[in-house]
């Protein structure tokens, strides 16, 4: 455990400095203070330490079996009658003790200093302290699947521009279609002004229009906060808010591909802590004669090949190419039919010798 918290630390440390040294130049030219860059990356090591720390396990499980070996401690424990499961088993046990701890951890306590860090990342050292105001190509459903549509909106002024209301029947037809320049939010809902309201005609395959300065529509209840989605940091949310959230977006019409891959990103990150508990106590009681430096390689190569991977498939599950569930199941299959790969192989590998 000593072994997994240092080699753990020793990543984040390093991931970090390489970081800062990358940023270095846009944190002079934003005049940042030296104490909020240490802030910054201090709220962003509960991300990375969870991040890392199954290749930082990976990496002391496979060093501390493999010394053992090399100092003959396996084959002094065999000759006693002792089994080597009984000293790995308890590897396993504390390894799934740990994969439990870190979903919990990271459903609930990261997200919170992953938006502590954020803050002062807008705040301190971008120096943006307001949220932002604009955005462009705003659609959503409201009640009754009635479908609006805008060209920008402005939080600060609170104004919907070029609006377009299409309300519908249950067949799809569209019955009403109402334009207005633009809409103002009164605190409860949106007032409409300068309003072309179409009306529609099945039977009579006509329609008939009114122009009207002002309409108060009740329905139309979405405060503007709620639709500037790229004020919403996923990262930053708990496992809570995710859900909301999800059900939020659903409600209105929007895609919820990346908030459902960042659920399941959280829940099944921590089984690679297993999968890599595993590989580790296969490498360290079969693979024989190795340096230091190749332990620690090794176990380098593994885990960020494993990250990698995840990261990835999670760009896939983002973008639609996969479901969210699969997206994130499927790199620890890889890994786990690697890891019994490896198991196999080395246990035969080593009947041989």
Not at 154 to 169: C, E
Request: net charge positive; with cysteine; aromatic share 16%.
């Amino acid at each position: 455990m000593k072994l997994s918290l240092v080699f753990s630390f020793i990543i984040v440390f390093l991931y970090s400095i390489a970081d800062l040294f990358n940023n270095l130049s846009f944190y002079i030219n934003k005049h940042a203070q030296w104490f909020d860059i240490f802030k910054y990356y201090t709220l962003q090591t509960p991300a990375l330490f969870i991040m890392f720390f199954p290749l930082g396990l990976l990496t002391s499980i496979y060093f501390s079996l493999a010394h053992r070996g090399k100092w003959n401690e396996n084959t002094a424990v065999k000759s006693l009658g002792i089994k080597t499961s009984s000293l790995t088993n308890i590897v396993l046990y504390i390894s799934a003790l740990l994969t439990i701890l870190l979903v919990i951890l990271n459903l609930y306590f990261v997200p919170r200093f992953n938006s502590l860090s954020d803050k002062i990342k807008s705040e301190k050292i971008d120096h943006i302290v307001s949220r932002h105001r604009y955005e462009r190509d705003i659609y959503f459903i409201g009640s009754n699947r009635i479908l609006y549509t805008a060209r920008y909106i402005d939080t600060k002024m609170k104004k919907l521009f070029t609006l377009t209301i299409l309300k519908s029947d249950s067949t799809g037809t569209i019955l009403e279609r109402d334009d207005c320049d633009y809409a103002r939010w009164t605190g409860s809902f949106w007032q409409l002004f300068n309003v072309r309201k179409r009306i529609f005609s099945k039977k009579e395959g006509v329609f008939k229009y009114n122009d009207l300065k002002s309409v108060s529509d009740s329905s139309l209840n979405v405060p503007p906060d709620k639709l500037i989605t790229k004020n919403i940091t996923i990262n930053n949310m708990t496992i809570n808010e995710l859900f909301a959230y999800a059900h939020y977006m659903k409600s209105i019409g929007q895609t919820t591909k990346r908030i459902y891959t960042q659920i399941y990103y959280l829940l099944f990150y921590p089984i690679s802590i297993l999968i890599l508990a595993f590989l580790g106590i296969a490498l360290g009681t079969r693979v024989k004669s190795t340096s230091n430096l190749f332990e620690f390689g090794l176990s380098l190569l593994i885990g960020f090949f494993y990250w990698g991977t995840l990261q990835s498939f999670r760009a896939l599950g983002d973008a639609g190419g996969l479901s969210p569930v699969l997206a994130n199941i499927f790199p620890h299959l890889i890994f786990f039919a690697v890891m019994l790969f490896t198991i196999t192989f080395l246990k035969k590998f080593s009947d041989q010798r």
